[in-house]
């Protein structure tokens, strides 16, 4: 079964940090580049970081850069991200997400969703 568990979300005071884990499970996890994203309350869900499936290439949202950083280890099949320097408006359910490709007949690429871990930073 292909699935992504996000962990480690938490409450954590203004100018602190956490590590956010995805590990991943049921796909080839090196072939792919993953991505975090986030939802506060009452707004669209909004890219935060991704990472290429080798890890070579990085992007973050201006609203993080310079805070946050993803990473990735293969052999765990998991990428964290590392955010320090928390803001109340940093506060959302933090998901990962991977977009795998089928194979054909089917030829389409497949959205993969974790469940989400809620980090709640207080001020």
């Known amino acids: 079964e292909v699935q992504l568990v996000e962990s480690w979300g938490g409450l954590v005071q203004a100018g602190g940090s956490l590590r956010l884990s995805c590990a991943a499970s049921?796909?080839?996890?090196?072939?792919?580049?993953i991505g975090w994203f986030r939802q506060a309350p009452g707004k669209e869900r909004e890219g935060v970081s991704c990472?290429?499936?080798?890890?070579?290439?990085?992007y973050y949202a201006d609203s993080v850069k310079g805070r946050f950083t993803i990473s990735r280890d293969n052999a765990k099949n998991t990428v964290y991200l590392q955010m320090n320097s928390l803001k109340p408006e940093d506060t959302a359910v933090y998901y990962c997400?991977?977009?795998?490709?089928?194979?054909?007949?089917?030829?389409?690429?497949?959205?993969?969703w974790g469940q989400g871990t809620l980090v709640t930073v207080s001020s």
């Open positions: 997400n991977a977009d795998l490709y089928v194979a054909p007949p089917q030829d389409r690429y497949l959205e993969v």
């Open positions: 049921g796909f080839t996890f090196d072939a792919y580049a």
């Open positions: 990472i290429s499936n080798s890890g070579a290439t990085t």
